[in-house]
């Protein structure tokens, strides 16, 4: 069933989630101090891919680095993301068989807002950390 979620959601709206992610890691790679960021979008970039079956978990060991790297990518990248989520979800919540993907895109959206200090992990072990 997961991956028959993930096939439409490709289809639907993950391939454009993932490549404004990737667009967003490559803008970010360009400078060298913002190649953190550009890292954290890319990992997102693959979880917009194919989010069925995954999950985040708030890393417990991020320190004020990540704190400090939220604000800043919450100021330049993240709410352009959390926008295009927005936007997907409403697009995909008219249709009624666009109501899950809908819904998973406004899931995605505190992740878009806070990258830092979170881990991408399998759904069957949300508590599995490094």
């Known amino acids: ?3 028959l979620l993930n096939v439409l959601w490709l ?3 993950g391939f454009w989630l993932a490549l404004g992610y990737v667009l967003a890691g490559i803008i970010c790679c360009i400078l060298i101090i913002t190649i953190p960021f550009g ?3 890319f990992r997102i970039a693959g979880y917009a891919l194919w989010p069925f079956g995954r999950t985040t978990v708030v890393r417990h ?3 004020a ?3 400090i790297g939220n604000v800043i990518w ?3 990248a993240g709410w ?3 926008l295009g989520h927005i936007v997907t979800g409403i697009a995909l919540c008219v249709t009624i068989i666009g109501i899950p993907f809908g819904i998973a895109n406004f899931k ?3 992740l878009s807002l806070l990258p830092l200090g979170r881990e991408i992990v399998p759904t069957d072990q949300p508590f599995a950390t490094r």
């Open 11 to 13: 289809i639907l709206s």
């Open 74 to 76: 919450f100021v330049f």
């Open 108 to 110: 995605m959206i505190p």
């Open 39 to 41: 890292i954290a979008s």
């Open 80 to 82: 352009w993301l959390a």
């Open 65 to 67: 680095g990540s704190a």
């Open 1 to 3: 069933m997961k991956t």
């Open 61 to 63: 060991d991020a320190g």
